[in-house]
Nanobody
Framework: QVQLVESGGGLVQAGGSLRLSCAAS????????MGWFRQAPGKEREFVAA????????YYADSVKGRFIISRDNSKNAVYLQMNSLKPEDTAVYYC??????????????????????WGQGTQVTVSS
């Protein structure tokens, strides 16, 4: 069992930056691929970024590529999402998720929400124009 707790959300102006953190419990965290998703009001949950268990492979949605960076620190049981050049359309609740499959490479399959076994409660990110 893995529990995930997101933090770091808040209100920021367009063009600004935020760093989200996801703290995970459980001794098997280092073997899990991790992902970030987001859900804006009235919209479906969408994939943002994913990272393999080692951190050696990452994958991004086109909408955030070049602006967001996903990383992890297995010694701290944490995964991060550095968000730069934020836009109003990035406003959403951001969720981290854990995929218990031992994935050395993350690719387009990481965009599928049903592949993930554990989810956090989310953290709100609001970008003002």
């Amino acid at each position: 069992q893995v529990q995930l707790v997101e933090s770091g959300g808040g209100l920021v102006q367009a063009g600004g930056s935020l760093r989200l953190s996801c703290a995970a419990s459980g001794r098997t965290f280092s073997s899990y691929a991790m992902g970030w998703f987001r859900q804006a009001p009235g919209k479906e949950r969408e994939f943002v970024a994913a990272i393999s268990w080692s951190g050696g492979s990452t994958y991004y949605a086109d909408s955030v590529k070049g602006r967001f960076i996903i990383s992890r620190d297995n010694s701290k049981n944490a995964v991060y999402l550095q968000m730069n050049s934020l836009k109003p359309e990035d406003t959403a609740v951001y969720y981290c998720a854990a995929d218990s499959a031992y994935r050395a490479v993350v690719d387009g399959t990481a965009t599928v929400a049903t592949y993930y076994d554990y989810w956090g409660q989310g953290t709100q990110v609001t970008v003002s124009s």
